[in-house]
């Protein structure tokens, strides 16, 4: 999803977290809970994995060839499709993770009103940040417009771009993490954790490429200035 018209970044969302002093015997104990042949923990596992390999892979096609914008006969027919293809992935990924949580052993220690009320507020905060961060980009701007040659006057500033950078995958993350703790469940919990990891390597496989189609844009309108 784009974000290359989001603000300065002054909480740096997750990307600012160091997973690598996170504690591994809490992951170790995590790993009990969790069968990892489970037919269902697995098709999470490869759909989380999948679908940003996926918009990345055919936005740079597009960017560089124009086939979809051909086809369509339009580059906005084009983005709405692709949209919509990424919107119907994003549902199948849910279904597969809901699914892999519910195939697996509850966490007691989760199980319990405090820990619901806390899913509760993390599903919250996090459906704030996706849908104000569509609501600020539009469909074409969080669909990668931007690839399509579809580009933005001016940054976007407004909530919740004025707090934190990609509020778009920090939100599904925590949307994540919540349904994970609502449902008391070691394996959402862990499948939470690639769903970030995945999350934070877009960024960094993304927001250079975008940089660059938005300064090779004012370099063509400095030329013809």
């Known amino acids: 999803m784009s974000s290359s018209v989001a603000g300065p970044d002054c909480c740096g969302g997750l990307g600012n977290i160091d997973f690598g002093k996170a504690d591994l015997c809490v992951m170790t104990w995590l790993l009990g809970y969790v069968n990892p042949w489970d037919s269902s923990f697995v098709a999470a596992i490869l759909t989380i994995a999948f679908n940003p390999l996926f918009w990345n892979v055919v936005a740079r096609w597009e ?7 051909r086809a369509f006969r339009s580059p906005y027919l084009a983005c709405y499709f692709l949209g919509s293809v990424i919107l119907l992935l994003n549902v199948l990924r849910s279904h597969c993770f809901t699914q892999a949580m519910l195939s ?3 966490m007691e220690g989760l199980d319990n009103p ?13 459906t704030l940040f996706v849908l104000s961060s569509f609501f600020a980009l539009g469909f074409t701007g969080t669909f990668l417009g931007d690839y399509f040659g579809i580009l933005k006057e001016a940054r ?3 909530f919740p771009f004025n707090i934190m950078d990609n509020p778009m995958y920090w939100g599904s993350t925590a949307n994540y993490l919540g349904w994970a703790i609502l449902h008391a469940s070691p394996t959402g ?16 496989y993304e927001e250079p490429f975008t940089a660059d189609i938005y300064r090779q844009k004012a370099s063509r309108s400095h030329r013809r200035s």
Do not use: E, H, I, N
Not at 63 to 69: A, F
Not at 116 to 124: K, T, W
Not at 190 to 201: I, K, P, R
């Open 114 to 126: 405090t820990a619901f009320c806390l899913g509760l507020m993390l599903l919250g905060v996090g």
């Open 156 to 158: 976007v500033t407004t």
């Open 189 to 204: 919990l862990l499948l939470t954790v690639l769903v970030a990891l995945v999350y934070m390597v877009a960024v960094l």
């Open 104 to 106: 697996q052993p509850k």
């Open 63 to 69: 960017q560089k060839t124009r086939q979809l914008s």
